[in-house]
């Protein structure tokens, strides 16, 4: 159930990325959008760095209605009736502005104290002001004003709740950065490894049963390679957990995120029992319990260093590490992942040769790989980046106003008041037409040569691709191990094979390099 749950607020949360041969259709569409216009002049990405234009000040559009009455509205439109993409897509059109004020789940009837009043932000320029850490904050708001209770996380505040004005922020922060680097010794040896059982079981399902369902084989692979990167732990020691860590992790995630996540498939039931109430940590309190353990028996020398380097407790570090590894990282990539092969062994239009060329011209069928190597490879990166741009796996960022401030758009200002949340529908934002050609469409050399000026505007990673994360940010502690993996396998990917055949599920046919 959980598994399922997963890959169907995956589909529903992002649409899918659009195809060359759909882009006309899509375009044609959307040529009313305030996102779909000519570029002009790329924004700045730090909006508040800089002195701003003269552009006029404007009120903010759009309405959080009567009180119980506007959110169940919007919320029905964004779970049933419309789907998040329309929801915010609609509104936009109707204000004729990427910058309005509505309503985002969860709300009533068991959410009293949950506010969901929001300014969307969905262009560019102004979705960069969620960055920002002079003119907003982050306490709590990670997926907007709800917050699943910290008993999901041993009644601990993990970092990705703290604002970088906590001081436990910077100490938790350069923890993860810290343990993040000292598993790059062995990130690509095991992630290679790994990835070589992984492809050696889908080669194997296809010759019994015609075709592999992967994704379950996928998640086997990113918790093992993990466990030994990031806690220095091998789950085989302890073959109870090796065995249930996978679906326990996955009903973790959905637990905590179910009040927040479309599914669009079982209507009315799933606004009656999905969307109306938060789910208790005591259904998965001893799968957690059981991770806990694990990690303190076979990470004990990363346990060790938390307490004794960065003066955490034994409990907050380990509850820490649960959520980099299940949270960030597992979830992150369970998400990620599946679109990215999607987009590769589903196109039609010869990029699998282009990138089977690159990845055999830098480093052969059998040269060793490193990030150093896949770094060179322009296409293999520019296929992940586009993948990022147009699903991000987390498709909404939140940010709350530390201050008075003006909010910029392309073509006006607003005045953002103290304390008002800011939502960001990142897969509105990454299809700016003002910033992006062709917007709705994949293209897979994007960011080939001059292209890789757009990742300023890229924001999958709570930044933009070209910062850095550190204590004084939001940014993700792994955002180049992301796409260095990313990378890194599709790159081994065609090492390996000539040719694979399937989509976002399953594969069904693999050709190997001759």
């Known amino acids: ?208 049963s015609g075709s592999s369902t992967y994704l379950q084989h996928l998640q086997k692979l990113l918790f093992d390679f993990l466990a030994k990167s990031l806690l220095g732990a091998d789950p085989a020691l302890d073959p109870d957990l090796a065995n249930s860590a996978v679906l326990t992790i996955d009903v973790w995630l959905a637990l905590q995120l179910l009040p927040t996540t479309p599914i669009r498939v079982i209507q009315p039931l799933e606004e009656i029992f999905l969307h109306s109430y938060a789910y208790p940590s005591a259904l998965i309190s001893g799968g957690y319990q059981k991770l806990y353990n694990f990690i303190e028996q076979h990470s004990r020398e990363v346990v060790q260093r938390g307490e004794q380097e960065f003066g955490l407790s034994k409990s907050e570090t380990i509850h820490n590490l649960i959520f980099i590894l299940g949270f960030n990282a597992f979830g992150g990539f369970s998400v990620f992942l599946p679109t990215l092969l999607s987009n590769i062994v589903g196109d039609k239009t010869g990029l699998q040769a282009k990138l089977r060329e690159e990845v055999r011209k830098i480093s052969g069928t059998s040269t060793r790989l490193s990030f150093d190597s896949v770094k060179d490879m322009e296409l293999v990166n520019s296929v992940v980046y586009e993948t990022l741009r147009l699903s991000p796996p987390v498709p909404l960022q939140y940010a709350r106003a530390r201050k008075d401030f003006q909010l910029t758009s392309h073509d006006s200002a607003f005045n953002i008041k103290k304390g008002e949340l800011l939502c960001g529908y990142q897969t509105l934002a990454m299809r700016d037409g003002k910033v992006f050609d062709d917007p709705e469409s994949f293209k897979p050399d994007r960011f080939v040569g001059n292209g890789k000026e757009l990742l300023n505007y890229l924001f999958w990673s709570n930044g933009p691709q070209t910062g850095s994360p550190s204590e004084s940010n939001k940014q993700c502690a792994a955002k180049d191990y992301v796409t260095r993996s990313a990378s890194l396998i599709v790159a081994h990917a065609f090492q390996r094979y000539d040719s694979i055949t399937g989509d976002s599920s399953k594969i069904t046919a693999v050709e190997k390099a001759k």
């Open 1 to 208: 159930m959980a598994m399922a749950t997963m890959r169907l607020s995956r589909m529903m949360s992002t649409p899918p990325s659009s195809s060359s041969s759909s882009s006309s259709s899509s375009s044609s569409s959307s040529s009313s959008s305030p996102l779909a216009t000519q570029s002009l002049s790329v924004p700045s990405p730090s909006p508040s760095s800089r002195p701003q234009p003269n552009l006029p000040l404007r009120t903010i559009p759009g309405s959080h209605g009567w009180p119980v009455v506007g959110p169940i509205s919007d919320r029905l439109d964004y779970f049933w009736f419309q789907g998040q993409d329309t929801f915010f897509r609609s509104r936009m059109e109707k204000h004729n502005s990427t910058v309005f004020r509505t309503n985002v789940p969860p709300t009533f009837p068991f959410f009293l104290r949950v506010n969901p009043n929001v300014i969307a932000v969905l262009d560019c320029k102004s979705f960069a002001h969620l960055f920002d850490m002079e003119i907003v904050e982050k306490k709590d708001v990670l997926v907007g004003d709800f917050m699943p209770s910290v008993k999901f996380t041993g009644n601990t505040r993990v970092c990705a709740y703290l604002d970088t004005s906590e001081p436990k922020h910077a100490q938790l922060k350069n923890f993860a950065l810290d343990i993040i680097k000292r598993g790059s010794k062995m990130w690509v040896t095991e992630l290679v490894a790994n990835l070589d059982k992984f492809f050696d079981t889908v080669e194997s399902e296809i010759s019994q």
